[in-house]
Structure formats: structure tokens, C-alpha cells
């Protein structure tokens, strides 16, 4: 159980141009989902915590403009990073936490983004 | 915030070998502590976690240790196998209310076991 999808695994795209990742929790209900980016041997560096039916907060540092979440639904968080930069290429990761007391987080696989 | 040190940064053992790996943090509110295993190009997988009424927790070749007053938990791999090889990342949550459990990771460890 709690298992955690992200499409797509893999996106080439162009700058400018704008991309939506997909985060689902496939057999479980999340109530909050995190998105964290991580750069070549680099730890992971939460980008937003997103909660079900409200506005994301942005972690200090992080343009919320540019990087769009949204969680329409108690299982899809979706990640848009808007008018892409070859600066924007990383490695785009989501969690998802189930309701009630406790704090584990379930991770995505995880979307390779190439911004050319 | 929250701040969370690993070390070693990098760490190589022969098959069969133990390996360590630690991590302090700065919160007292912390009461949640996982440890994760990265793979090249995968997200992270949950392997252990503690709890902060709990001083050592064991799963087979892996166990965990916390010690409150100095802020510290440690990651313990006994009879290390090829398949260990990774990246290990610890990380620290304060619960919920505004933060709503984040967590905050460790630099990693790059574990390598030679056969």
C-alpha cells in the first residue's frame, strides 16, 4: 500500500515553454502533498507544501509564479513549471502524506525535467 | 527552521562490514525522524523511521538509534550487502500544524559496499 505515481518519469522540453507534472497517490487519500526539487548530488529541497482544496505555501526562495501547484483532489497535486529555463532542469519530486496523526510521507518516483 | 547534518558525506565498506551513518538536528520540536534510500534516478524509499518516545527501533540488518538530549539519531547497517549500495538521506519533521509534518534532509551519504 501507499504508493505514490508521478507522470511523467521523463520531459525534454524547450525554454519557454510551460510543463505539468502529476503527482497521485494511487491507494490512499492524501491530505497534504510536498514538492521537492533535487539537483545532481544534491539532497532534496522542499519546493511547496500543497494541501487538498487551498493555495500552496512556497518555501523562502521559490517563485510561486513560476512554479503553479495545485491539488484539486484528495489523490492528484499537479506541478507546472511555467515559461521553463535551462535553469529549471532538475530532478522534481512529490510526496504524499496520509490523513490523521501521523507524519509519514510516501515518495514519487520522481520526473526528470530537461529544459533545452 | 529546522537544520539537519549528515555525516559521512561518502562511505565505503567491504561486503559483510557495518556502516554508520549520522545526523544531528537543531529543533527540539522534531519528533519524527525517517531515514530513506535513494537509487540513481529513483525517488526516495522509507527504510526505518523513529519516533521521539522511542530511543532504538530494529528491522532485521537495519536499526535506528535517537538520543533527544544531544539531538542526534543514527542509521546502523549490519552484514552489509552489494545491494546496500546508495544514496542514504535522514530527515527531521516537527509534526503538524503550519508546517504540516515538512521535512528537513540531511546532505546524504553515498554509500558504496565493495563486494
Known amino acids: 500500500g501507499a504508493v505514490v505515481s508521478q507522470h511523467p518519469s521523463r520531459v525534454i522540453c524547450k525554454s519557454g515553454t510551460s510543463v505539468k507534472i502529476e503527482c497521485r497517490s494511487l491507494d490512499f487519500q492524501a491530505t497534504t502533498m510536498f514538492w521537492y526539487r533535487q539537483f545532481p548530488k544534491q539532497s532534496l529541497m522542499l519546493m511547496a507544501t500543497s494541501n487538498e482544496g487551498s493555495k500552496a505555501t512556497y518555501e523562502q526562495g521559490v517563485e510561486k509564479d513560476k512554479f503553479l501547484i495545485n491539488h484539486a483532489s484528495l489523490t492528484l497535486s499537479t506541478l507546472t513549471v511555467t515559461s521553463a529555463h535551462p535553469e529549471d532542469s532538475s530532478f522534481y519530486i512529490c510526496?504524499?502524506?496520509?490523513?490523521?496523526?501521523?507524519?509519514?510521507?510516501?515518495f514519487g518516483p520522481g520526473t526528470r525535467l530537461t529544459v533545452l | 527552521g529546522e537544520n539537519v547534518e549528515q555525516h559521512p558525506s561518502t562511505l565505503s565498506v567491504q561486503e559483510g562490514d557495518s556502516a554508520v551513518i549520522k545526523c544531528t538536528y537543531s529543533?527540539?520540536?522534531?519528533?519524527?525522524f525517517p531515514w530513506y534510500k535513494q537509487e540513481l534516478g529513483k525517488g526516495p524509499q522509507l527504510i526505518i523511521d523513529?519516533?521521539?518516545?522511542?530511543g532504538e527501533k530494529k528491522d532485521q540488518r537495519i536499526a535506528v538509534t535517537l538520543n533527544k538530549t544531544a539531538k542526534h539519531f543514527s542509521l546502523h547497517i549490519t552484514e552489509t550487502q552489494p545491494e546496500d549500495s546508495a544514496v542514504y538521506f535522514c530527515?527531521?519533521?516537527?509534526?503538524?500544524?503550519?508546517?504540516?509534518?515538512?521535512?528537513?534532509f540531511g546532505q546524504g551519504t553515498i554509500l558504496t559496499v565493495h563486494p
Open positions: 523513529i519516533r521521539s518516545n522511542v
Open positions: 530527515a527531521a519533521s516537527s509534526g503538524g500544524g503550519t508546517s504540516y509534518g515538512k521535512l528537513t
Open positions: 510526496s504524499a502524506r496520509t490523513q490523521g496523526a501521523s507524519n509519514e510521507q510516501f
Open positions: 529543533d527540539s520540536a522534531s519528533n519524527y
